[in-house]
Every structure is written in C-alpha cells, then in structure tokens.
C-alpha cells in the first residue's frame, strides 16, 4: 500500500488548496481515512476523518472539508480561509481493518499506512 500526498504550496492567508492523496495497492473505497498536519516544533495533530461521516478538529471545522473520489481512489482536503497558523506538513492515513474504534479516532496509532507529507505555508 502507498500513500502519496501532493497540493501544497505558498498561499497567503485567506486563499485556498485542495490536497490530494492517491492511494494505490488495492482498494480502499470502503476504509477510514484521515489527514494530519505537524507544524514545526510540534507534534502531530488530527486534522480529518472520512468513514462515511466526517470528523473535523475544532480548529478547522467550517474552514476544511474531506472528502473521497473511490473511482480514482484519492482522498482530498479542500482547504478555505486559510491561516497563518494552518501552516504545517500535511499527512494522509490509512486506516485498514480492525478499524479503530471511535474513541481513538482523532490518534495517529488509529491509522496503519501514511503518505509522506505535502508543505503547506500561509502567509500572512
């Protein structure tokens, strides 16, 4: 399975990005997926999940949407109003069965394959 994460840039405050991630090695249409960003000089944070239902950070909720293509198995982020403190590396994840549970929804340990990161940068 790979994960491969792609739609960053340099945008300033207020504009928008769309992040892709194209999964290949099988299909996922029906698995859990998420995104995560990390900042520098911290730690990786929940940012999305898709299953079905989708699951927002507070921080992003009403600003960030996920969403999935199954037919060309890719998993998007379109990212609005985007803020300084929006910038960080953005990670896809996969999360194959045992699906976790949904108390565990929002950990990095829930998901079993991530992509490499794509750079987001706001500035403002």
């Known amino acids: 399975v790979q994960l491969q994460a792609s739609g960053g840039g340099l945008v300033q405050a207020g504009d928008s990005l769309r992040l892709s991630c194209a999964v290949s090695?099988?299909?996922?249409?029906?698995?859990?997926m998420g995104w995560f960003r990390q900042a520098p000089g911290k730690e990786r944070e929940f940012v999305a999940r898709i299953a079905g239902v989708t699951t927002y950070a507070d921080s992003v909720k009403g600003r960030f949407t996920i969403s999935r293509d199954n037919a060309k198995n890719t998993l998007y982020l379109q990212m609005n109003s985007l803020k300084p403190e929006d910038t960080a590396v953005y990670y896809c994840?996969?999360?194959?069965?045992?699906?976790?549970?949904?108390?565990?929804?929002?950990?990095?340990?829930?998901?079993?394959?991530w992509g490499q990161g794509t750079q987001v940068t706001v500035s403002s």
């Open positions: 090695g099988g299909t996922f249409s029906r698995y859990p």
């Open positions: 994840a996969l999360d194959v069965p045992p699906f976790a549970i949904l108390s565990s929804w929002r950990r990095q340990t829930a998901y079993d394959y």
